[in-house]
């Protein structure tokens, strides 16, 4: 399964279960080969209309339970 269709799936069951997409979270070590591949994954991102943002805005976006 190509890896476009598993985030479009997890996507999915968020939408389903929550009703939203549940934020996430992306860590990423200080070496050359994520140096060399950021700005393409920043462009896939906002293909699928990503947003990004700090923890701190996103806990307040976050529902309150």
Not at 39 to 59: C, G, H, L
Request: aromatic residues 6%; without cysteine.
């Amino acid at each position: 399964m190509p890896t476009s269709a598993i985030r479009a799936a997890y996507r999915e069951l968020s939408q389903k279960l929550q009703g939203r997409d549940i934020a996430q979270v992306i860590l990423l070590h200080h070496n050359l080969i994520n140096a060399m591949w950021l700005d393409d994954v920043i462009a896939q991102f906002k293909e699928m209309d990503w947003t990004i943002t700090t923890p701190q805005i996103s806990r307040r976006r976050a529902p309150r339970r």
